[in-house]
């Protein structure tokens, strides 16, 4: 039995395989869009139809994948610094060499990487925006500052219980860590994106600023002063709570 040949309409057509990846990478494409003008113009003054311009998508489009612009700020928020700092957290988990170690490299490496990127100029966004977008702030120290407060000093924690680092506080050396780092970002794309010469190359400020961080960490770098040094069984090498410093 002969049977009539389907006609080609009737026939599902496959997606093109080009469509299928752009689809795929859409959401990328939209962070990224994003993540530039945000930085160059301010989120405030940005407006979401720049973005799906800029992205080669329509405005509804990009509701689809983000229904607001604050939810797409979480969203550049949490890819360009969230998701790096899980990925440093489980490489910490993972590190079997000293304490010292640990924190050179993942500062020096991993923030000299984060230094090269477009993701450096998160800091300027969030700092600059984040007092007229109270949720944004809860958000970013959330998922960001807490975080990375928890990896960074869990591992001077590792260090001091282990002998190789004196017994700081713990929650200060975070923030002597980690603060000029953020700084060096923010002026790459602030006084940085001028054409002045500011004598500061960030790949080397990173490295040398992390060694100097931990040479007045480790035990054999420590240097006389008036101030004694807290016994080692502080309370901050210990882990323990400290007045006005949350133990994690």
Same mark, same amino acid.
């Given at each position: 039995?002969?049977?009539?040949?389907?006609?080609?309409?009737?026939?599902? @057509?496959?997606?093109?395989?080009?469509?299928?990846?752009?689809?795929?990478?859409?959401?990328?494409?939209?962070?990224?869009? @994003?993540? #530039?003008?945000?930085?160059?113009?301010?989120? @405030?003054?940005?407006? +979401?139809?720049?973005?799906?311009?800029?992205?080669?998508? +329509?405005?509804?489009?990009?509701?689809?994948?983000?229904?607001s612009k604050e939810e797409l700020l979480k969203a550049v928020i949490g890819h360009n610094l969230a998701?790096?700092i899980a990925e440093g957290a489980a490489l910490a988990a993972g590190f079997e060499g000293s304490a010292?170690?640990?924190?050179?490299?993942?500062?020096?490496?991993?923030?000299?990487?984060?230094?090269?990127?477009?993701?450096?100029?998160?800091?300027?966004?969030?700092?600059?925006?984040?007092?007229?977008?109270?949720?944004?702030?809860?958000?970013?120290?959330?998922?960001v500052v807490e975080p990375a407060r928890q990896l960074v000093g869990g591992i001077v924690r590792r260090?001091?219980?282990? %002998?190789?680092?004196?017994?700081?506080?713990?929650?200060?050396?975070?923030?002597?860590?980690?603060?000029? #780092?953020?700084?060096?970002?923010?002026?790459?794309?602030?006084?940085?994106?001028?054409?002045?010469?500011?004598? #500061?190359?960030?790949?080397?400020?990173?490295?040398?600023?992390?060694? #100097?961080?931990?040479? %007045?960490?480790?035990?054999? @770098?420590?240097?006389?002063?008036?101030?004694?040094?807290?016994?080692?069984?502080?309370?901050?090498?210990?882990?323990?709570?400290?007045?006005?410093?949350?133990?994690?």
């Amino acid at each position: 039995m002969n049977h009539a040949p389907i006609p080609a309409a009737a026939v599902p @057509a496959a997606a093109p395989l080009h469509r299928q990846r752009r689809k795929e990478t859409r959401p990328q494409e939209l962070l990224e869009a @994003a993540l #530039l003008l945000f930085v160059e113009k301010g989120f @405030a003054a940005t407006r +979401s139809e720049e973005v799906a311009r800029a992205a080669g998508v +329509s405005k509804g489009t990009l509701y689809l994948y983000y229904p607001s612009k604050e939810e797409l700020l979480k969203a550049v928020i949490g890819h360009n610094l969230a998701d790096r700092i899980a990925e440093g957290a489980a490489l910490a988990a993972g590190f079997e060499g000293s304490a010292g170690d640990m924190l050179r490299g993942l500062l020096t490496d991993w923030w000299g990487d984060l230094y090269d990127s477009p993701a450096a100029g998160v800091f300027k966004l969030v700092i600059t925006e984040v007092r007229n977008f109270p949720d944004i702030a809860h958000y970013y120290a959330s998922q960001v500052v807490e975080p990375a407060r928890q990896l960074v000093g869990g591992i001077v924690r590792r260090g001091i219980a282990a %002998g190789e680092f004196r017994p700081v506080d713990v929650d200060n050396a975070v923030h002597s860590l980690v603060l000029p #780092l953020v700084m060096i970002c923010l002026h790459r794309h602030s006084l940085g994106a001028s054409a002045l010469d500011w004598h #500061l190359d960030g790949r080397q400020f990173i490295a040398q600023h992390v060694q #100097l961080l931990l040479a %007045g960490l480790c035990q054999r @770098a420590a240097v006389t002063s008036g101030t004694p040094a807290a016994p080692a069984g502080a309370a901050d090498a210990a882990g323990s709570p400290h007045p006005g410093h949350p133990n994690p």
